[in-house]
């Protein structure tokens, strides 16, 4: 979410389909926590402490995937800054996501008496599970995001150190150095 891409002059990025799938990601992200506060306001939650900390979570899921969808789009000077806390923010709301729907799940007519609902409870415990749903595949996704904002800031740090004097040679090849110094070393090293 947080990551540094560098888009290396031309306008286009190295690895465009880990680029497009964490875009994809985020934006289903976008969807689902989207989708997970119209449920929760359908329960009319909105008065009790509880119905108002877990719409606040879904905001907080929502903010990460605007900002990892925006810093897709930064170079790796600008987006570097904020990859360290944005991760950690990302695997915070991913683990408050999954013990939601682990509530949800496990006791969803005594989770939504505490939630303080105007809904019947056949109906209230249908759309929690709807919700509990959603928790479920937004906690699935901030993974997904994770993995691959590391792989692409990976990326991006591994372009930016062949740009930056070491002609790229390591990137082109599995070689660790050129043949050229090792012939410089003494010879229990020249292996």
Same mark, same amino acid.
């Given at each position: 979410?947080? $990551?540094?891409?560098?888009?290396?002059?031309?306008?286009?990025?190295?690895?465009?389909?880990?680029?497009?799938? !964490?875009?994809?990601?985020?934006?289903?992200?976008?969807?689902?926590?989207?989708?997970?506060?119209? $449920?929760?306001?359908?329960?009319?939650? !909105?008065?009790?402490?509880?119905?108002?900390?877990?719409? $606040?979570?879904?905001?907080?899921?929502?903010?990460?995937?605007?900002?990892?969808?925006?810093?897709?789009?930064?170079?790796?000077?600008?987006?570097?800054? *904020?990859?360290?806390?944005?991760?950690?923010?990302?695997?915070?709301?991913?683990?408050?996501?999954?013990?939601?729907?682990?509530?949800? !799940?496990? %006791?969803?007519?005594? !989770?939504?008496?505490? $939630?303080?609902?105007?809904?019947?409870?056949?109906?209230?415990?249908?759309?929690?599970?709807?919700?509990?749903?959603?928790?479920?595949?937004? *906690?699935?996704?901030?993974?997904?995001?994770?993995?691959?904002? *590391? *792989?692409?800031?990976?990326?991006?740090?591994?372009?930016? %150190?062949?740009?930056?004097?070491?002609?790229?040679?390591?990137?082109?090849?599995?070689?660790?150095?050129?043949?050229?110094?090792?012939?410089?070393?003494?010879?229990?090293?020249?292996?």
């Amino acid at each position: 979410m947080g $990551l540094s891409i560098d888009n290396s002059g031309d306008g286009e990025y190295s690895h465009p389909h880990t680029h497009k799938v !964490f875009l994809l990601s985020n934006y289903i992200l976008l969807g689902a926590a989207s989708s997970c506060i119209f $449920l929760t306001l359908s329960l009319r939650l !909105f008065p009790s402490l509880i119905g108002f900390l877990l719409i $606040l979570l879904q905001i907080i899921t929502i903010a990460g995937a605007v900002s990892g969808c925006a810093a897709a789009s930064r170079t790796a000077t600008s987006a570097g800054k *904020f990859y360290g806390a944005h991760m950690v923010a990302t695997v915070l709301t991913a683990i408050f996501q999954g013990s939601v729907s682990v509530l949800i !799940f496990t %006791r969803p007519s005594d !989770f939504l008496g505490h $939630l303080k609902s105007y809904v019947r409870v056949d109906d209230g415990v249908m759309i929690l599970k709807l919700a509990g749903g959603l928790c479920i595949l937004i *906690f699935c996704l901030e993974w997904v995001v994770l993995t691959l904002a *590391f *792989f692409l800031n990976y990326y991006a740090y591994v372009e930016r %150190r062949g740009i930056n004097g070491n002609t790229g040679y390591g990137m082109r090849s599995g070689k660790v150095q050129d043949d050229e110094d090792l012939k410089t070393w003494p010879w229990p090293f020249q292996v």
